[in-house]
């Protein structure tokens, strides 16, 4: 990997280590039973923040494609995790939510026309094993609903996602207006589906506020920046790949602030995921008659 790449790697990696606080914040910060108004708080004062910071609006074609990317990737997004969150027990929606990868590099052969990467695929399977390993337990139970929502929520974003890449960003558009853009349209949806299934707006007291200010100004605004920068100039497989760092970095936050314990499965787990994510950032072993496909 060339060092331009690795310092965007890196750069990517930052969001979903910060999404991975997520679990953390909500929980120990923020008003009980009201995620889809965490959801957003974390998207539109960030979508307008970055609309004001760059004065940059969508022309022509890119307000349909903005609004549908910003519906994908949060406005949709968001409500399908919640709810996944609430009806199973958090090591099943996290796996579920882990299987992204997968359905991105279907996608990519679909809509990117990609040729298929049996490379790629295989790590994204032993990604999906290997966050299972870590946050599955023997509560772990299955809710249809449930199950449905985290499927629909990894679908959206990945088809979010490839739309991302297969549009590109609009020429003299800055990463930080082209989050703006879809953190806004997303945070516009979540609007009426806030209030319609959590009614008003909870009392908000000063852990609650330091708590959405996290989400939303580094878990938000500077993450999704990012993200879709990434998008728009790594491979989309790869980056896809990213997004395992979540679930881990959830798992590792619940041995250092919650006081939780990793047993040698999980341990395990953590090897393999970490062995998935490293792999995928790499192009597929040359054999003697081309490339692994």
């Known amino acids: 990997m060339r060092n331009n790449d690795l310092s965007r790697t890196a750069l990517a990696a930052f969001a979903p280590v910060v999404w991975g606080s997520t679990y953390v914040v909500t929980t120990e910060l923020l008003p009980v039973g009201h995620p889809l108004f965490a959801g957003l708080l974390r998207a539109l004062p960030a979508g307008l923040i970055a609309l004001a910071l760059t004065r940059t609006l969508p022309r022509g074609s890119w307000w349909a494609r903005a609004a549908a990317l910003g519906v994908l990737n949060i406005g949709l997004f968001f409500p399908f995790l919640f709810i996944a969150a609430e009806r199973l027990p958090g090591g099943v929606a996290a796996t579920l939510g882990a299987a992204q990868p997968l359905v991105v590099a279907l996608l990519a052969v679909g809509v990117l026309k990609e040729s298929p990467s049996a490379w790629r695929f295989a790590w994204g399977v032993i990604g999906v094993v290997g966050v299972g390993l870590v946050v599955l337990g023997p509560a772990a139970g299955f809710d249809v609903i449930g199950v449905l929502a985290g499927l629909g929520g990894a679908a959206t974003m990945a088809l979010g996602v490839t739309l991302t890449k297969k549009w590109g960003r609009p020429a003299g558009v800055s990463p930080t207006a082209f989050a703006g853009w879809q953190l806004t349209a997303g945070g516009l949806f979540l609007v009426p589906v806030t209030f319609l299934f959590e ?95």
């Open 199 to 293: 009614g008003p707006p909870p009392a908000i007291g000063l852990t609650a506020v330091i708590g959405y200010l996290w989400l939303g100004g580094v878990g938000g605004l500077l993450a999704y920046v990012l993200w879709f920068r990434a998008i728009t100039t790594l491979p989309v497989t790869s980056v896809s790949m990213l997004g395992l760092l979540s679930p881990m970095v959830a798992a590792l936050l619940g041995v250092v602030v919650l006081g939780q314990t990793l047993d040698p499965v999980q341990l395990t787990g953590f090897a393999l995921a970490l062995a998935a994510i490293v792999a995928s950032q790499r192009p597929a072993p040359v054999l003697s008659k081309g490339v692994l496909q």
